[in-house]
């Protein structure tokens, strides 16, 4: 039995190499593929199980996991050793059936105290976040050789999933009994189910740097925060896009934020471009706030309109942008304006003149869009900013998803 299982051992190990892939640094992809399990995409951490709580392990870090930037973060504020185990499940906005996972960046800070995890396993539930859970990929870990190198996982099987677990365990080089672990970003491919709009986002929210209350109708959304500040956004999928500025000094934020099943707020928030951070809130029905008796203004002049949505690196737009392009043709119809300049902006990933070119050209079929919902063309006008006006970092997808937008100016 012995031999028998060390041959076993042997050939699941070379199995695991064969679908697990290093692809060098600057290798460009002939098709890049949409992240399916990134928080910019709608996946949401709902539990962190294993070693989490002893290690101070919380839902920060399992978004820091999913949140677009491929930089080596802390995992653990409490030290532990070499058989931990740190899970996080996510749940995602729609059945999904994955292809391949990707591990970016497995980089090691020069520390004795300090490595980045040995083993990653990444399972996946249709039933719900308790499971049963089906193991997708899994691989052990080899440090990079430089920055911007990429571990490729192929999965196994082909049945759509709606919660994601990913299990990270031990490290890859821990010379103490006390020792932190790092992790840099899971990334999923493959293909995703609709999207149906999320029509939760009228409520009442306390918590921890939390004091909100959004009014949503249909895609729109507006509300106040903190006492002070009022934002207002779009809703695309299941997220809400809103930006804010305080009444009294004109401080912005950015918000990406969604409504868990059970009614809760969470999310990201960035103030004066300051780095995201997790936003999160229980509902609170009895708050009292400034903006309890306001109306929601329709899409239109002075609006700034996120979940226009356009095929990657492309001017098409996807079906998905239906709701929010009805939603604006039918402000604009109301408007007594008889110029409105659509202004497209872009993130930052391409040279800035390409950027300059891609928002003009998106910006042309918003316009399109609208002409052909019964806007006069002679009162549209088509203008690309690109990636000159940024209203949030393009360190995360997050940041990058509130600078792709289209702003809406009149006179």
Same mark, same amino acid.
């Given at each position: 039995?012995?031999?028998?299982? =060390?041959?076993?051992?042997?050939?699941?190990?070379?199995?695991?190499?064969?679908?697990?892939?290093?692809?060098?640094?600057?290798?460009?992809?002939?098709?890049?593929?949409?992240?399916?399990?990134?928080?910019?995409?709608?996946?949401?951490?709902?539990?962190?199980?294993?070693?989490?709580?002893?290690?101070?392990?919380?839902? *920060?870090?399992?978004?820091?996991?999913?949140?677009?930037?491929?930089?080596?973060?802390?995992?653990?504020?409490?030290?532990?050793?070499?058989?931990?185990?740190? %899970?996080?499940?996510?749940?995602?906005?729609?059945?999904?059936?994955?292809?391949?996972?990707?591990?970016?960046?497995?980089?090691?800070?020069?520390?004795?105290?300090?490595?980045?995890?040995?083993?990653?396993?990444?399972?996946?539930?249709?039933?719900?976040?308790?499971?049963?859970?089906?193991?997708?990929?899994?691989?052990?870990?080899?440090?990079?050789?430089?920055?911007?190198?990429?571990?490729?996982?192929?999965?196994?099987?082909?049945?759509?999933?709606?919660?994601?677990?990913?299990?990270?365990?031990?490290?890859?080089?821990?010379?103490?009994?006390?020792?932190?672990?790092?992790?840099?970003?899971?990334?999923?491919?493959?293909?995703?189910?609709?999207?149906?709009?999320? *029509?939760?986002?009228?409520?009442?929210?306390?918590?921890?740097?939390?004091?909100?209350?959004?009014?949503? *109708?249909?895609?729109?959304?507006? #509300?106040?925060?903190?006492?002070? #500040?009022?934002?207002?956004?779009?809703?695309?999928?299941?997220?809400?896009?809103?930006?804010?500025?305080?009444?009294?000094?004109?401080?912005?934020?950015?918000?990406?934020?969604?409504?868990?099943?059970?009614?809760?707020?969470?999310?990201?928030?960035?103030?004066?471009?300051?780095?995201?951070?997790?936003?999160?809130?229980?509902?609170?029905?009895?708050?009292?706030?400034?903006?309890?008796?306001?109306?929601?203004?329709?899409?239109?002049?002075?609006?700034?309109?996120?979940?226009?949505?356009?095929?990657?690196?492309? %001017?098409?737009?996807?079906?998905?942008?239906?709701?929010?392009?009805?939603?604006?043709?039918?402000?604009?119809?109301?408007?007594?304006?008889?110029?409105?300049?659509?202004?497209?902006?872009?993130?930052?990933?391409?040279?800035?003149?390409?950027?300059?070119?891609?928002?003009?050209?998106?910006?042309?079929?918003?316009?399109?869009?609208?002409?052909?919902?019964?806007?006069?063309?002679?009162?549209?006008?088509?203008?690309?900013?690109?990636?000159? *006006?940024?209203?949030?970092?393009? =360190?995360?997808?997050?940041?990058?998803?509130?600078?792709?937008?289209?702003?809406?100016?009149?006179?």
């Amino acid at each position: 039995m012995t031999g028998w299982s =060390a041959r076993l051992r042997s050939a699941f190990s070379a199995l695991l190499a064969l679908a697990t892939i290093v692809v060098p640094a600057g290798a460009t992809d002939d098709s890049p593929q949409i992240d399916y399990l990134g928080f910019a995409r709608g996946a949401v951490p709902v539990a962190v199980e294993g070693d989490a709580t002893a290690l101070q392990v919380g839902m *920060e870090q399992a978004l820091l996991a999913i949140d677009g930037s491929d930089d080596v973060y802390a995992l653990d504020r409490k030290p532990g050793a070499a058989d931990t185990r740190i %899970a996080f499940v996510y749940r995602l906005p729609a059945r999904t059936t994955f292809t391949e996972f990707v591990v970016p960046n497995i980089l090691e800070t020069p520390s004795p105290s300090q490595t980045f995890v040995r083993t990653i396993e990444v399972a996946g539930s249709d039933s719900g976040p308790d499971g049963p859970f089906q193991t997708l990929a899994s691989a052990t870990l080899a440090r990079h050789a430089k920055k911007g190198e990429k571990t490729v996982l192929s999965a196994t099987g082909d049945k759509p999933v709606r919660w994601v677990r990913v299990t990270l365990g031990g490290g890859l080089d821990v010379q103490r009994d006390k020792t932190f672990f790092e992790f840099s970003e899971i990334v999923g491919h493959g293909r995703q189910e609709p999207v149906p709009l999320l *029509e939760a986002f009228t409520g009442k929210w306390k918590g921890r740097g939390v004091l909100l209350e959004l009014k949503q *109708e249909g895609v729109r959304v507006t #509300g106040c925060y903190d006492g002070v #500040g009022d934002l207002a956004g779009t809703v695309g999928g299941n997220l809400l896009h809103a930006t804010g500025k305080t009444r009294d000094s004109g401080v912005p934020s950015t918000f990406v934020l969604t409504v868990t099943p059970d009614g809760a707020i969470t999310g990201v928030r960035s103030t004066n471009g300051a780095p995201f951070s997790l936003y999160a809130g229980a509902p609170a029905p009895n708050l009292a706030t400034e903006c309890s008796t306001r109306a929601v203004p329709a899409l239109g002049c002075g609006s700034v309109v996120h979940g226009i949505n356009f095929d990657f690196d492309s %001017a098409n737009v996807r079906p998905e942008s239906r709701e929010i392009l009805d939603a604006l043709a039918e402000g604009l119809k109301t408007s007594t304006a008889t110029e409105v300049s659509i202004v497209g902006h872009t993130s930052s990933e391409g040279s800035e003149a390409y950027n300059d070119d891609l928002s003009r050209r998106r910006a042309e079929a918003v316009v399109a869009a609208l002409v052909a919902r019964g806007i006069a063309a002679k009162r549209l006008l088509a203008v690309g900013r690109g990636e000159k *006006e940024p209203i949030a970092d393009n =360190a995360t997808e997050a940041g990058r998803s509130l600078n792709r937008r289209v702003e809406i100016a009149c006179r």
